[in-house]
């Protein structure tokens, strides 16, 4: 069993800190651990893996708040209409992610600093510091043990990372509901107040951006559940919605998200993921409907799959034009070659069938049939 006095006490102890910040993570880590205890099903190995990765990232919210503790100024610095880049999992935000961070001008959340952040890079030693390249070879060494992941998704150690990882350490973050069957924490989760996740999220930005700042440009599939909140806290977010056939999208998440479970747990129904990914789906949309029905339907930049897939760079031109963004030959130059070095199946082919989770297409766009004639998405119907 899981005990969060004792996952906190782990992480006093390994940092030699005691000041978590905002105390508002309590409430998501209670109910997080609560669930996990009671619904999650962890095999022993599992909830092993659960203590460490809650116990570091515990330790890494105490390590954020004693460095900006000693680094007050950095609290002072704007973070400046920031990208937002979102839309349902697998809809093409790794592709667009890819592109846009080639942009020299973009700062990105890298996958190495989610998990390590302080201190910060020194200048110019982003892609170089010794947490970049340990964090590089720790991930081909996964690639080899677990390739069916990495032809899933993959992300280099100097990647963008999904911000959700910025949240995380506020225990207010999709990434749990992703990982474990916690519907009890899903609960909490999609009625959760965001501001302080956002609040947190933006700390760490100000923080990281004092020694490599830039235009910070972010992913996460998961922030329509949350742009009232996310606005709240940058008024001037730029916000880039993808679309894809959902009967496409749903497999494809449903097959990520029970092979990540299988990490964790024995016992592991896919027909649950199915079901799921339709309920945390269907919200997000919702949200997103609601949002345009408040600021406009010109509030979010929507691009759709197929066009993504068929011409990148003129897609992320039309990206740079909605918002005033200079489009250099530069940038595009340095698109194309992100384009031509990263093959589609480049980490490994990933394939999915709908039915292993108790769905079928058809019933997917029935369910989905007016998001898909919302926002005009191609399908395969």
Not at 35 to 59: D, F, M, P, Y
Not at 77 to 88: H, I, S
Not at 97 to 114: C, G, H, K, Q, Y
Not at 117 to 145: F, N
Request: glycine share 6%.
């Amino acid at each position: 069993m899981l005990n969060t006095e004792t996952l906190l006490a782990a992480a006093r102890e390994q940092t030699g800190l005691a000041d978590f910040g905002d105390p508002f993570f309590r409430t998501g880590l209670d109910a997080l651990v609560d669930a996990l205890n009671r619904e999650g099903k962890l095999s022993e190995a599992g909830e092993g893996r659960v203590a460490g990765s809650v116990i570091a990232t515990l330790a890494q919210r105490l390590r954020v708040e004693d460095y900006l503790k000693a680094n007050p100024a950095l609290l002072e610095a704007p973070v400046e209409k920031p990208t937002f880049l979102f839309g349902l999992p697998r809809t093409g935000t790794t592709l667009a992610i890819n592109l846009l961070s080639a942009d020299p001008t973009r700062r990105v959340f890298m996958r190495w600093e989610a998990f390590n952040t302080v201190p910060p890079a020194a200048p110019g030693e982003l892609h170089t510091d010794p947490r970049c390249i340990a964090e590089q070879a720790k991930l081909d060494g996964s690639k080899q043990y677990l390739p069916h992941i990495a032809a899933m998704h993959w992300e280099n150690a100097d990647s963008s990372t999904e911000c959700q990882f910025a949240m995380s350490p506020s225990f207010c973050s999709q990434v749990y509901e992703s990982q474990y069957d916690v519907p009890s924490y899903s609960d909490w989760f999609h009625n959760a107040d965001y501001v302080p996740a956002f609040r947190y999220h933006k700390r760490l930005m100000q923080l990281l951006q004092g020694n490599n700042g830039g235009h910070w440009t972010f992913k996460n599939p998961w922030h329509p559940l949350y742009l009232d909140a996310l606005t709240t806290v940058y008024p001037d977010a730029q916000l880039i919605m993808t679309h894809r056939d959902p009967a496409d999208v749903v497999a494809s998440a449903c097959s990520l998200i029970f092979a990540v479970r299988k990490m964790f747990s024995d016992d592991v129904d896919p027909h649950a993921c199915g079901r799921a990914q339709l309920r945390t789906f269907d919200l997000m949309i919702a949200r997103v409907k609601a949002f345009e029905e408040k600021h406009g339907r010109d509030a979010i930049h929507h691009i759709e799959y197929k066009a993504l897939v068929s011409d990148p760079v003129g897609e992320m031109k039309k990206a740079y034009a909605r918002f005033d963004k200079p489009f250099t030959e530069q940038t595009r130059a340095a698109m194309q070659a992100v384009i031509d070095e990263n093959p589609q199946g480049k980490h490994g082919k990933h394939e999915y069938r709908l039915e292993d989770y108790g769905l079928t297409r058809d019933q997917v766009y029935d369910h989905f049939a007016d998001y898909i004639d919302r926002y005009s998405i191609i399908t395969k119907r």
